[in-house]
């Protein structure tokens, strides 16, 4: 069974930084797209950044390019994302997402129907 454990929330002031971090276990390869997403309280979930299976491939969401940086090491099953600039926008539940082994990257990365395992989110907030 694939599970995600994402760690590295918390509270930081406007401008700061933070890096997220989502262990898997359960993989018996290293051929999935990952993905990041968030929820900010009454809002719906919203992509922020995918990579493909061996981090050649990234895409963001407009409102966090230049500021966040998602990458990967799967020698040790973990995706991160560098988050710099942060401001109150930002804040909300930060979710890691999987495709299913044997995915290199996904047709629409940046919806949440083609993921099929996702962590259970850390908490990000950041103070104005």
């Known amino acids: 069974q694939v599970q995600l454990v994402e760690s590295g929330g918390g509270l930081v002031q406007a401008g700061g930084s933070l890096r997220l971090s989502c262990a898997a276990s359960g993989r018996t390869s290293s051929t999935y797209a990952m993905g990041w997403f968030r929820q900010a309280p009454g809002k719906e979930r919203e992509f922020v950044a995918a990579?493909?299976?061996?981090?050649?491939?990234?895409t963001y969401v407009d409102s966090v390019k230049g500021r966040f940086t998602i990458s990967r090491d799967n020698a040790k099953n973990t995706v991160y994302l560098q988050m710099n600039g942060l401001n109150p926008e930002d804040t909300a539940v930060y979710f890691c997402a999987s495709s299913r082994e044997g995915y290199s990257w996904l047709p629409n990365p940046r919806q949440a129907s083609e993921y099929n395992y996702w962590g259970r989110g850390t908490q990000v907030t950041v103070s104005s």
């Open positions: 990579i493909s299976s061996r981090g050649g491939v990234t």
